[in-house]
């Protein structure tokens, strides 16, 4: 059985997951596609921005809160593996943010997501 102090370093030393998450309107399958390092403190942020009402994008804000939180599902849609040696992955988290929004095509008013066009 592992120590609490080799516990506690495994915790430490454990990158969490990262890459594109999506938060899906159930009914309408509307989504919303955001990139992170972070996706478990990503979608922990979204879910506090949409429960206080102050995330930024107005319609799907507007959704969460007429149908609340069981209306809507988070995906983790697309994961970015860690190369040894790299620290900064901005760029290929947006490259593939960006491939999520072309293969979906999540725009207003089927997503949301302002209209490209």
Same mark, same amino acid.
């Given at each position: ?11 430490? !030393? ?11 309107? %159930? &009914?309408? @399958? %509307? ?6 390092? &972070?996706?478990?403190?990503?979608? &922990? ?11 930024? &994008? ?9 149908? @609340? ?12 593996? %860690? %190369?040894? @040696? ?5 760029? !290929?988290?947006?490259?593939? !943010? ?12 089927? @997503? ?6």
């Amino acid at each position: 059985m592992k120590s609490r102090r080799d516990l506690v370093r495994e915790y430490h !030393e454990t990158k969490p997951a990262m890459g594109v998450l999506r938060i899906r309107h %159930r &009914n309408s @399958g %509307r989504a919303l596609y955001v990139g992170g390092v &972070n996706l478990p403190a990503l979608e &922990n942020r979204l879910r506090f921005q949409l429960d206080l009402g102050t995330h930024g &994008n107005a319609r799907l804000q507007a959704d969460w809160k007429t149908e @609340g939180e069981a209306a809507f599902v988070f995906e983790v849609v697309s994961l970015l593996a %860690r %190369r040894e @040696g790299v620290d900064d992955y901005r760029d !290929e988290i947006e490259a593939l !943010e960006s491939l999520c929004l072309e293969q979906d095509e999540p725009w207003e008013p089927r @997503g949301y997501h302002p209209s490209n066009r």
